[in-house]
Nanobody, 121 residues
């Protein structure tokens, strides 16, 4: 079994920073794309940022220039550095990853439990 656990969320004022971490554990043979999604009340879950195995990345227009995604393959960890936070960034942030549990299996999508990020004015 594979588990993704996020950490680093919390309450911060407008203009502040937070760094989210997501660690994958369990039966892991390989990890391809890793990413961060967020969902605010009354809104659909949206992609915030994603990073490939070769470190290529993409971001939602709303966070470009403010957020940075990175990964440490040796630690099976993906990070999201969030700077210049705005109230509009308030949401539950979810980690996701495409993971192969063994050479016999194909990639499948895994999700974390989510971590709350709240930005106050």
């Amino acid at each position: 079994q594979v588990q993704l656990v996020e950490s680093g969320g919390g309450l911060v004022q407008t203009g502040g920073s937070l760094r989210l971490s997501c660690v994958a554990s369990g039966s892991i043979f390989a990890i391809n794309i890793m990413g961060w999604y967020r969902q605010a009340p009354g809104k659909q879950r949206e992609l915030v940022a994603a990073i490939g195995s070769g470190d290529s990345s993409n971001y939602a227009d709303s966070v470009k220039g403010r957020f940075t995604i990175s990964r440490d393959n040796a630690k099976n960890t993906v990070y999201l550095q969030m700077n210049s936070l705005k109230p509009e960034d308030t949401a539950v942030y979810y980690c996701s990853a495409e993971i192969r549990s063994s050479p016999r299996l194909s990639y499948s999508r895994a999700w974390g439990q989510g971590t709350q990020v709240t930005v106050s004015a």
